[in-house]
Each structure stands twice: as C-alpha cells, then as structure tokens.
C-alpha cells in the first residue's frame, strides 16, 4: 500500500535557510518526516477521485472566464464591422 504525506507536513523538517530548497534537501525532510511516528499520511486518491474533485473548481473557472471571452469576441468583431 503506498502511503502519501502532505507537503505541509513535511516543510517544518526542511533545512531553512539558502540551502533548504533542493532535492537533496527536500529528500532529508521526506526521510526525517517519515519516521516519526506522529506523521499523519494522506489517503491516496484514485484518477475518479480526483475528476470528481476538480469539477466544481473547473466549472467556476469557465464562468469566471465568461465574460472576459464575450468583451474580447466583442472588441474582435466591432473592429473587423
């Protein structure tokens, strides 16, 4: 079974500092991360999951896109009249 931690979890045990974003780095935190036993994991979400997540988001995203789409088709079409 494949466990998942949260990147928020894992960032208290990166090095701080000019040196603390980089893959080796990021790897000593997964490591030092994985073996406490308090660590929460995530469960891990299957591809339905996650269509079935991101609907709501999607869906927002297209209205909020709305009518920045029509004043632009708008502009387009008043400039070839």
Do not use: C, W
């Amino acid at each position: 079974m494949v466990k998942l931690m949260s990147p928020r979890l894992v960032a208290p045990y990166r090095i701080s500092g000019k040196d603390g974003k980089n893959d080796a780095a990021d790897a000593a935190a997964i490591r030092e991360a994985a073996t406490r036993p308090s660590m929460g994991f995530v469960p891990v979400k299957y591809e339905r999951q996650q269509a079935t997540l991101k609907l709501p988001g999607t869906r927002l995203g297209f209205v909020e896109e709305r009518p920045p789409t029509y004043n632009r088709l708008r502009g387009l079409l008043r400039l070839h009249s």
